[in-house]
Nanobody
Framework: QVQVVESGGGWVQPGGSLRLSCEVR????????IIWYRRPPGALRDLAAH???????FYSAAVKGRFTISRDNAKNTTYLQMNDLKPEDTAVYYC???????????WGQGIQVTVDS
């Protein structure tokens, strides 16, 4: 059984930082891409950041330069370092596990990030 477990969300003031983690169990983590999606309040889900199995990183225009995605294959974990957070980054963030089809079939439960003064 595949498990996708997110952690690290919460509340932060504008300009602050948070780091999200996504641990994946039950699949060969090394051969999967990991994608962070987010769904702002009242809006559709969109892609925030994507890291391939080969460690290439891709970012949406909205987060590029502020967010960094990384992976630790020894720990089956992906990280999303979020700096200079803005109120428009407020969303539920979802970790997705994919392999050539996007989004992939495995999702985390979602984790809330709130940026507010």
């Amino acid at each position: 059984q595949v498990q996708v477990v997110e952690s690290g969300g919460g509340w932060v003031q504008p300009g602050g930082s948070l780091r999200l983690s996504c641990e994946v169990r039950g699949v060969d983590f090394r051969i999967h891409d990991i994608i962070w999606y987010r769904r702002p309040p009242g809006a559709l889900r969109d892609l925030a950041a994507h890291i391939t199995s080969g460690n290439k990183q891709f970012y949406s225009a909205a987060v590029k330069g502020r967010f960094t995605i990384s992976r630790d294959n020894a720990k089956n974990t992906t990280y999303l370092q979020m700096n200079d957070l803005k109120p428009e980054d407020t969303a539920v963030y979802y970790c997705n596990v994919a392999n050539s089809v996007y989004p992939g079939p495995y999702w985390g439960q979602g984790i809330q990030v709130t940026v507010d003064s």
